[in-house]
């Protein structure tokens, strides 16, 4: 069964959302889960990149996979995203993330 999540605000650099973290891992309960990040609303910040898989490997043990749409293209995206225990789409301008959904089909990908 598949479960939907959905926060707005917040920061996981500051961890302002660790509670939230907390409640979602917990509800995942796999030892390390595959937790895709998605961060082209932020045109993919390098910073917010490497912040992201050193807070997420190392506090909650995830297997990263960061997709960086405003960078690369990919093959394989529906079973990148879709074989993901969690998807983490970060956050920044809706506009632009939008944009790169639709272009690749995120939008789709991720409605099913």
Sequence with gaps: MSRLLLIGGGDFVN???KPFDDFIFS???KDNPCVCYI??????????????V???????KAKVKVI????????????????SDLI?????????????FYRFGV???LAK
Excluded at 39 to 52: R, Y
Excluded at 54 to 60: G, H, T, V
Excluded at 68 to 83: F, V
């Design 15 to 17: 961890r302002t959302i």
């Design 68 to 83: 960086t749409l405003t960078k690369e293209s990919y093959e394989d995206l529906e079973s990148i995203i879709l074989s």
């Design 107 to 109: 939008d789709k990908i």
């Design 39 to 52: 961060p082209c609303a932020s045109l993919d910040k390098e910073s917010n990149i490497n912040s992201f």
């Design 54 to 60: 050193n807070i997420y490997e190392n506090e909650y």
């Design 27 to 29: 509800k995942v309960n």
């Design 88 to 100: 983490y789409i970060g956050g920044g301008n809706t506009k632009i993330m939008l944009e790169y």
